[in-house]
C-alpha cells in the first residue's frame, strides 16, 4: 500500500523516534525487530512497552499503528564474535571500527525489512542510521542505504522508498524530532521505555534514561540530552 | 587475500560449475551453504558428497578447496509461504513469477557472504545467479548483482569482487564449462553428487541425473543435458 510503511524498530530511541515520525507521515505503519543474540536483548523488551507508551499518551499519533514482526536472526550472531554478541570489553579496533561492528548488519537488516515489506504490501521502509553521530560504521551512511534501495528494488522489482529521517540529526536533534511530534509525553516516553545501553544495564534511572552511564551508547545518549536541554533553556 | 574466493556453493548443478570454476582461477577457494527449510534439502546433503568426489577424481583442481560454513536461515523459511518451504503445488502466479520465489532470497545470500568473506578475509565472491535460463527472478538479474556489489562494499568498507560466470550460460553450456575444467570426470561427479529436483527425488537415476523428472528443475536439467549431448555429438 502506497501510504503503508514497515518501521525498523529495536527499542532504542533512535528507532523509536522513527516510529513516531512514521506515523505522523504515514496513513498505516508496521514495525520490525531482529533478535540476533544482541548482548542489550533488554531493548527488545522495550518495544512492547514503548508501543504501549504511545498507544495511551499519544492517541492520535498511534492511530496508524499496526502489527508487530520480530525475526530471529541468530544466524547474525554465528557470523559474529564480536562485543555485542559476546561478553567482552568494548574498545576500538585498530582500523577504527568499534569491536562491536557486525560487517553489513544493517544491510541485513534492511534485506529482511524489505522482504517482508514486499510481503505485507507496504512501499516505504524507515530506519534510525545516522551519519551524524557516526561511529565509524560504513553500514549506516547515506551511500550506503540509497546504493541498497536500488539493489532491492532491482532485486524485488519494487519501488520501494527506505526514508532514514536521523541521518543529519544528531541526537540533540533528536530529541527536538520526538518533541515536535509528540510533545513532552512523547519525549518522557523515550526517556522512560527505549534503551541504548550496550551493557543492558537499566538498574538507575538517569536524566537521560536507564544505562550503566559509562558505555559509548550510554555517552552518546547523555551527551545528546545535555545538548538538548541546552538548547532548550537557550530558546527559553 | 586477494586470491581467496567464498563460493555460494547449495549443492546443486549451477553452484558446483561455479565451485569449479573457482578453483580453477583462485588459490584458496571456501564454500557457504544455507540451511533455510528449503524443501529441497536433500541439496544440502549433496555438498559434502560432492566436494569428495571432486578431491578423489579431480585432485588438482580441488587442490585449493578450503573450509565450507553453512549458516541456518530458517528465518527466510519465516517470511515466506511459498511452495518451496511447504507442500504446496510449484505454480506460475498471476504476476509470472513462480510461487517459488522468495523475494530477495539471493540478496540475503550474498550480503551474508560478504558478512562471511568479510570475517574470513577473502575477496571474491561466486555465485550461480543466470539470466538466460531466466525464469522470473529479479535477484538474478545481472543489473541487481551489480548494484548488491556497489552496496555491499560501501556498506563494508571493502572491494569484493562477485563474480557469476554462469549468468550468460544456458545449461547446455555449463555442462561444457565443466567438461572444460574437469573433463569426463567432472561431468559425471556433477551428473552423480548434484541435486536439482525441487520435490527432493532421488529414487531414480536418469542420463541427466536424479530427479522426479517432472518439476521444473528437473525439466530444465534434462533439456540442458540433452542440448549439451546433441552439441558434443554434432562436434564429433
Known amino acids: 500500500m502506497d501510504n503503508g510503511a514497515l518501521v525498523l524498530f529495536s527499542g532504542g530511541q533512535d528507532s523509536a523516534t522513527c516510529l513516531a515520525w512514521a506515523l ?3 496513513a498505516h ?3 520490525l525487530g531482529f533478535d540476533y543474540g544482541q548482548r542489550h536483548r533488554i531493548e527488545l523488551a522495550c518495544r512492547d512497552r514503548f508501543k504501549a507508551a504511545l498507544v495511551r499518551d499519544c492517541p492520535t499519533l498511534a492511530a496508524g499503528l499496526g502489527d508487530d514482526h520480530c525475526l530471529d536472526l541468530a544466524v547474525l550472531g554465528q557470523l559474529s564474535d564480536t562485543a555485542l554478541t559476546r561478553t567482552a570489553e568494548i574498545r576500538m579496533r585498530e582500523d577504527g571500527l568499534p ?3 557486525v560487517p553489513g548488519r544493517n544491510l541485513v537488516f534492511l534485506t529482511f525489512a524489505a522482504a517482508l515489506a514486499y510481503r505485507r504490501g507496504l512501499r ?3 530506519a534510525g542510521m545516522c551519519e551524524t553521530d557516526y561511529s ?3 553500514d549506516c551512511r547515506d551511500d550506503t542505504i540509497k546504493a541498497m534501495q536500488v539493489a532491492l528494488n532491482l532485486g524485488m522489482e519494487r519501488r520501494f522508498v527506505l526514508h532514514t529521517p536521523l ?3 544528531d541526537k540533540a536533534a533528536t530529541w527536538r524530532l520526538a518533541e515536535r511530534l509528540g ?3 512523547l519525549v518522557e ?3 522512560e521505555e527505549t534503551h541504548s545501553c550496550y551493557l543492558g544495564d537499566r538498574s538507575e534511572r538517569h536524566a537521560w534514561g536507564y544505562g550503566c552511564g559509562t558505555c559509548p551508547a550510554c555517552n552518546l545518549r547523555r551527551k545528546g540530552w545535555e545538548e538538548y536541554l541546552g538548547q532548550d533553556t537557550a530558546r527559553t
Open 24 to 26: 505522523e507521515r504515514f
Open 29 to 31: 505503519v508496521e514495525t
Open 99 to 101: 569491536n562491536t561492528f
Open 124 to 126: 516505504h521502509i524507515v
Open 136 to 138: 565509524g560504521y560504513p
Open 167 to 169: 541521518m543529519r540529526r
Open 183 to 185: 510533545g513532552q509525553r
Open 189 to 191: 516516553d523515550i526517556l
